[in-house]
């Protein structure tokens, strides 16, 4: 605590911190280095590598991206996957936090309330995908039949369609994600001292501006979190687009996590899918530093 | 007079939206009490013609669901503890100490976030072999305890609470794990709270990990032991959906049980 | 001290992990009376499964099979990452003849062209379809095909004659569906139902055309997707992208009465004799051959086999050859035949074995139906099948669901195929 001599001293602090960090690490991350690590940078490493997982691999260098490159199949992907994102992200992150803030208040029945949009979330896939698909069923679901009683001739096909299928899936997926982020914010909206809210309601703040100049600064690392995590599992999906349209109709909702799937567990091309895995890897690695580096800057 | 306005507006909002967010669900309950012929009826029919409440009963001996429960529920409780306990002890180090190379470990975790786990579920099934563990539940456990996830969160939440706090409690003589179990963790109970119900939420309802290790029936979770229902008798469209029902079940409980921890409700409301 | 405190904290953890569940499950000992296990699917609803287990049993007592029940949906994805990880169950199901030649390509069978070249291959029907550049690496015991499923009933209220059914022609089968659709709504019933599924219409054009799936010029498809369009536009099929979305059973769709006619594969006369058997449904169904494009009294359709295979690790590879080729045998088909089920063996002996089975429907037009005269591989086998597989399906639902005109729909398929496989 003291520093008589200033150099040794602050060596000597900063080797005893960093075995202090790493002291805290170091229970989760032998078990995430041995499963997780180990496993992801073996799996990167693959996309250099020609495997169908038995036989011995072969070194083929950039020959997966190239063909990568000259295939059809991953730009269609790419496209849909930054589609489904750029409509996913905006829309859960809104929903999450707007339902965290009103939900957070003192109202008759709020508990019910947050347990009703947490539901989507744990309700099972298979009853969820049945539902959507019966509600945007074409012919006889009920969502064209209201549109077609308030006057609108050609209703869309929805999952059927290739047009509307990914606003179909993106409107499913918000619906059923927003439970998930809005928990975290709930979180997120303790830390903010009640205090800050009593002071500025004596200064006669609108609600408006106590949610733009206190509720929203003090969830920056939340929302952060959020933003992240919803990027990185848009960029991932695979599950809920499996159960409702398969990618299909055609390849209008062919995401890259199905593309890694078939090739790699299906068709047994583990190289080739690992250098999708690589891109997607890049991708969401690129965005996740350029937010750090605003949070950084935010923060200072 | 706005107030009460903007309340009652709050209202028709909230109970609009529980109405659409529960569709699916009560689609499910009211298929659960039905006969499997009913359950595709066109057009759909809410409220069963006659309740067949049996099939609460039947689902029990078609399915040895008490052994399901009991294996996800030890999974579940065992991989969210765990997960909360390292998590937030290794949160501590990524938040609160500053020391080389600190950053870049974490990108590390988050980039392992980014790579979709079908790429790398066969390297990782590899060295589970090796070890033995497959058709374990110890394997799934190490798969799932340490994840990123759980470190991520609760180092954006140790970010927020300020950092004079353990400053104080240093020059009172506390080591920075005293500081971490005594200032840090009581702090923390919101963010505990919501990632123990998450993790428990996705371990819960995980199909794909189980069904890559687990091979032997005893050892099957809810989840493996219903889709595996579905696979066989793919008509039995009532029974399945009481099992769902079921399913769910035990996750509403814990719900209501922690709502308490990561909502205390702000004072002040912002409505008045 | 502090050191100390994180060993005790990593030392506990470990602890708990490992007194937390000791869930393992040792390997059995190799010596004693052998037990073999058999990796295969849904074993509680596919009878065969038990049969051949039971018989194999029976005729072998030193040996004990014990089943290795995986999901059938992701029954390929298990298989592959087992194999993968080094594991020893010792007879695999080959589900499809595609996954065979991925895991035969790969060395992670063992080879079976001695035990194949006994068998005569003009009474297995599918043999051929395991020809790996002259290896074998499994022996098929099952086959089926795909035949007109029809509904005594309906047809018997319009007035129509089974007899009628023998000798189809597809054009004969637009004519009667259309004659047999009636009702509207939730009453309505419909002339037939073609399941979402691209082989049935593309395998059939090309079982019956001669054109080639993989082959990059997909005309030959033209004359069978637009006799299905024209059902479809007529009302007289569910419309593709309803049955899709809503995902339809066909089982459902024909067990209900609500389609007369059903084109499927023989794989379906199983569940329908155990559903009628237990009362699940009461429909009084029928067998007739695929109709054809022509009535010359041949039948030429389409299907595939399903065959054991012995995986390259496995500690008792004599035992698992033995259960495979026992499979196989006559006794084997026997056996199968007996669960309800077109073994790939074909001999009258066994077909009678079939027939006689209660509920199998044996009149003239379903021993015509059994007895197919030529049965295509319904995908060739070769490396780039699963790739044209996928485009295939991918536009198949694009020409089904309108999204594309019948000729644009062909001829992007053609396109594709011939830039993205080629």
Known sequence: MSAPAQAPATRRRSRSRTWIGWSFILPNFLGFAALTLIPVIASLALSFLDWDSYSTPRWVGLDNFERMIHNDNFWTALRNTAYYAVGHVPLTLAAALGFAVLLNQKLKGVRFFRTALFFPYITSLVAVAVVWNMLLSPDLGPVNQFLRAIGIDNPPGWTTSTTWAMPAVIVASVWRDLGYYMILYLAGLQTIPAELYEAAEVDGATGWQRFRYITLPGLRPTTFFVLIMLTISSFKVFDLIQVMTEGGPGRATLVLSQVIYREGIVQGRFGYSSAVSMVLFVIVLTITIVQFRLQKRNET | MTASVRRALAYVLLVGLSVAVLVPFAWMVSSSLKLDAEVFSVPVRWIPVEFHWSNFVTIWERVPLLTYLRNSVFLSVTITALQVLTGSFAAYGFAKVRFPGRDVLFLAYIGTIAVPWQAYMVPQYVIMEKAGLVNTHLSLILLQAFSAFGVFLMRQYYLTIPDELSEAARLDGLSEYGIWARIILPLSKPALASLALLTFVNTWNDYMGPFIYLTDNKLWTIQLGLRSFVGLYDAEYAMIMTGSVLSVLPILVIFLLGQKYFVRGIATSGLK | ?422
């Not at chain 3, 419309?239 to 389609?259: D, E, G, R």
């Not at chain 3, 695929?290 to 004599?318: I, M």
């Open chain 3, 1 to 422: 001290m502090r050191r100390h405190l994180v060993t005790t904290l990593a030392g506990a953890a470990a602890l708990a992990l490992l007194t937390a569940c000791g869930g393992s499950s040792p390997e059995p000992a190799a010596d004693g009376p052998q037990t073999i296990k058999i990796a295969l699917w849904n074993y509680a609803t596919t009878p065969e499964f038990k049969a051949i287990i039971d018989g194999f049993q029976a005729a072998n007592p030193e040996i004990k099979v014990e089943p290795v029940d995986i999901l059938a949906d992701d029954y390929a994805e298990k298989v592959t990452t087992m194999l993968a990880g080094g594991d020893t169950t010792d007879v695999l199901t080959m589900k499809n003849v595609i996954d065979y030649s991925r895991f035969g390509t790969r060395g992670q069978l063992l080879p079976l062209t001695d035990e194949a070249a006994k068998l005569d291959p003009a009474k297995y029907s599918g043999l051929k379809a395991y020809d790996l550049e002259g290896k074998y690496f499994a022996l098929p015991y099952r086959q089926d095909f795909w035949v007109l499923y029809y509904n005594k009933t309906m047809l018997k209220e319009a007035g129509v004659p089974e007899s009628k059914l023998q000798n189809l022609t597809w054009a004969d089968y637009a004519a009667l569906a259309k004659s047999l659709t009636k009702g509207d709504g939730a009453n309505k019933q419909y002339g037939a139902y073609q399941h979402t599924w691209r082989s049935i219409v593309q395998a059939t054009s090309a079982a019956q055309t001669g054109g080639n799936l993989l082959g990059g010029d997909y005309n030959f498809m033209k004359d069978q997707y637009a006799m299905t369009l024209g059902l479809q536009q007529s009302g007289v099929l569910l419309p593709w992208a309803t049955a899709s979305s809503q995902k339809v059973s066909y089982n459902t769709m024909f067990s209900t009465s609500k389609a007369a006619l059903l084109p499927m594969g023989t794989w379906y006369a199983a569940t329908l004799l155990a559903d009628t058997k237990s009362g699940k449904t009461k429909v009084e169904w029928g067998v007739a051959p695929l109709p054809q494009l022509k009535a010359d009294g041949k039948v030429t359709t389409f299907g595939s086999p399903t065959a054991f295979a012995v995986n390259k690790k496995s500690k008792h590879s004599e035992a698992a050859k033995k259960f495979v080729e026992w499979a196989s045998s006559e006794a084997g088909a026997t056996a199968v035949a007996k669960a309800g089920v077109t073994p790939s063996l074909q001999s009258q002996q066994i077909l009678d074995t079939y027939f006689a089975l209660p509920g199998v429907p044996n009149g003239d037009v379903a021993k015509k139906a059994f007895k197919p005269d030529n049965v295509v591989l319904e995908m060739p086998v070769s490396d780039k099948s699963s790739d044209v597989d996928q485009i295939l399906t991918e536009q198949h639902e694009l020409i089904m669901t309108g999204q594309k005109s019948l000729d644009d729909g062909l001829a992007e398929m053609s396109k594709r195929v011939k830039n993205e496989v080629g």
